[in-house]
């Protein structure tokens, strides 16, 4: 276990950079996930992290040691795929030995750590099955068991969780995370999958065309984005244009005036959380951020109510509320109803 | 879903068909005309007799063709996959223009005929040959060599000609193997060449199988090869098939050579397969 230094790592292929000098630190025992839409260079970096792609520049140090040039086999990292790459002709337990033997470990001591490797995904009793006798799941987690079992100082996964359906993929992700602290074992994993990088990472890498955009944890990420970028892709939101006047407040285009917490010079864009609006059905007598509105319609999802309201400037606005806040609140849910709702000043974030 | 099999069974009726007139009805009569009595000077008499098999279970001559051919067959396709596998594996993990002119390197050959790229070794081979120009210029020799007309020669001049349907049955093979396992491995420890015998080699053992059989089928069958570079006195099967027929106007003996050929072919190849699908 060890903690890895990467700085100013770049790739460029003909004309297109894939990576464009990238710096991030990764604490040992931390569990970061590298998110972006697809194409923003996730892949390529992970490779370079375990040497499958010689950078054109910049550094990775691994627990002190200048890994940036080091061939694959030596580097002694974990590396899981989405698309679980067993060995198809080796049985279970040969799999998970795979790297032991490389290793020269000794022969007595193999098969106990291959069953202490596969007792912590649950498998120890699939030892002499061959990979196409298991299921997506099972594969994987023979996947994660192959890659811990050599004791990595790093484990790389890329999308490990994506060829699951859904039910296991929250299944795997819990025992994937609770493994990782288990272990203390230091993590970098890739997905695109936004609730599944808010669930587990420690911190959040936010990556676009190859940079990288923001570096925080999750609630960093959701309630504090560094720009439109972050705050766009990670949640819903919405967003209203506008600029700060001289009475220091928010004024939308549509008119909305709405107080923050902070007042970036410069700030173009106001951005509230669907979860920050508070709604009632009668106006608000004091406060900030009170405004009126009209019912456009709702949405049931799962356990919340998406509910869309007209802003008298035409700007509308989501909001996601529980039934129970709704009933209290006595707003009912009649197309072109009037209804008050009001932002807490910490929630308007303006960018 | 349920008629879909029943369709695709449909559209095999022409093909079987064909397959049924053209090589199944010959086949049948080449077995007939293997029981007919071989009389000198008269071209077809009917019978039905098991001598034309006596005969080649009884001579030296032919049991000799038959060994040779084997032996050459297998000697072939064991030095065609050795020298297959690594190439095949080099071409695969190429990209861009080399890997096209390497593919392209290895399908050209195939444009020329048999014949005359034995030609092309009789040159190099010849007493006063390319080969033997060199050697001797370079003083590793002091008389020129005999290659040609040997049993090396044609070794080589028929590993030459399989070797390029070899290589490409195996580069479509470790074509489609999952670059993530070769990935998985390396990070697990496993140096190149371990990498290339641990996992990417027990991948391809179905593809190694369908080379093997290719390579072993057609050697078994070589003509033009064993004729033009063997000499008078290498002898194996079908060149002594034609002998037979063209030479000897023996067709019920041809005919019973031929027969024998096929099902020595057919008989070692279904037992390599099962051998193979049995430890795989
Ligand atoms: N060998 C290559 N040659 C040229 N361009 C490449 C090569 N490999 C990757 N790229 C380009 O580099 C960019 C980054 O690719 P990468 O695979 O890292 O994306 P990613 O973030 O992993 O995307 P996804 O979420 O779809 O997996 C892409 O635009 C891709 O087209
Ligand atoms: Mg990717």
Not at chain 1, 50 to 57: L, V
Not at chain 1, 225 to 252: C, M, W, Y
Not at chain 1, 310 to 316: F, I, L, N, Q
Not at chain 2, 44 to 68: C, H, K, P, Q
């Amino acid at each position: 276990m060890a903690n890895i230094a990467i700085s100013g790592l770049n790739k460029t292929y003909g004309s297109f950079r894939a990576v464009d000098f990238i710096d991030l630190n990764v604490q040992e025992g931390e569990f970061v996930i590298v998110l972006g839409p697809s194409g923003c260079g996730k892949t390529t970096t992970l490779r370079m992290l375990a040497g499958f792609i010689e950078p054109d520049g910049g550094q990775v140090i691994l627990g002190g040691r200048d890994i940036t040039y080091e061939p694959p086999y030596r580097r002694n990292i974990g590396l899981v795929f989405q698309n679980y790459a067993l060995f198809p002709h080796l049985t279970i337990f040969e799999n998970v030995a795979f790297g032991l033997r490389r290793r020269g470990v000794n022969h007595s001591e193999i098969t106990p750590r291959v069953k202490d490797a596969l007792s912590l995904v649950d498998l120890s009793h699939l030892t002499d099955r061959l990979p196409r006798q298991l299921s997506g799941g099972q594969q994987q987690r023979v996947a994660i068991a192959r890659a811990i079992a050599i004791r990595p100082d790093v484990l790389l996964l890329d999308e490990p969780l994506s060829n699951l359906d859904a039910k296991l993929r929250l299944q795997v992700r819990d025992e994937l995370r609770s493994l990782q602290k288990r272990l203390g074992i230091t993590t970098i994993m890739v997905t695109h999958d936004q609730d599944e990088a808010m669930s587990v990472g420690d911190r959040l890498v936010l990556m676009r065309s190859g940079r990288i955009e923001q570096i925080g944890s999750p609630d960093d990420l959701y309630n504090r984005p560094a720009n439109r970028f972050v705050a766009d892709f990670i949640g819903r939101t919405n967003f209203l244009r506008g600029r700060i006047e001289k009475d220091q407040a928010f004024h939308s285009e549509g008119g909305i005036v709405l107080t923050s917490a902070s007042q970036p010079p410069g700030a173009t864009e106001a951005m509230i959380r669907p979860e920050a609006i508070r709604v009632r059905s009668v106006p608000e007598q004091s406060g900030p951020n009170a405004i009126s509105g009209t019912i456009h319609g709702h949405v049931f999802l799962g356990g919340l109510i998406e509910l869309a309201i007209d802003m008298p400037g035409g700007e509308r606005i989501t909001g996601v509320i529980s039934p129970r806040e709704l009933e209290e609140a006595g707003v009912k849910l009649i197309p072109n109803a009037p209804v008050y709702i009001s932002v807490a000043p910490k929630d308007v974030v303006l960018l | 879903m349920q008629t879909k099999p029943i369709g695709a069974a449909a559209l095999l009726i022409p093909a079987t068909g064909l397959v049924l007139v053209f090589m199944g009805l010959p086949l049948i009569y080449l077995f007939r005309y293997s029981l007919n009595q071989y009389v000198p000077g008269e071209f077809i008499v009917d019978g039905f007799t098991l001598e034309n098999y006596r005969i080649f279970f009884s001579e030296a001559y032919y049991l000799t063709g038959m060994w040779t051919t084997l032996l050459m067959a297998g000697a072939v396709t064991i030095l065609c996959i050795t020298l297959g596998l690594p190439i095949a594996n080099w071409i695969a993990r190429q990209s861009g223009t080399l890997k096209t002119i390497l593919l392209m390197a290895v399908i050209l050959p195939l444009f020329i005929s048999n014949a005359v790229r034995a030609a092309g070794w009789m040159v190099a081979f010849g007493q006063a040959g390319v080969l033997n120009y060199v050697l001797l210029q370079l003083g590793l020799i002091s008389e020129p060599l005999q290659i040609m007309q040997t049993p090396i020669a044609v070794f080589i001049g028929m590993t030459a000609v399989n070797l390029p349907y070899v290589v490409l049955t195996l580069q479509s093979i470790f074509e489609g193997l999952d670059e993530n396992i070769d990935f998985a491995a390396a990070s697990l420890g496993a140096q190149p060449l371990q990498s290339f015998f641990l996992v990417r080699l027990p991948q391809v053992v179905p593809g190694i199988l369908a080379a093997s059989m290719l390579s072993f089928i057609l050697a078994m069958n070589a003509y033009a090869t064993p004729v033009l570079l063997g000499g008078p006195s290498f002898r194996m099967m079908a060149p002594m098939v034609v002998v037979e027929i063209m030479n000897k106007a023996n067709w019920p003996l041809g005919a019973a050579l031929a027969f024998i050929l096929l099902a020595t072919t057919v008989a070692i190849s279904i037992l390599a397969a099962l051998f193979i699908r049995r430890r795989y």
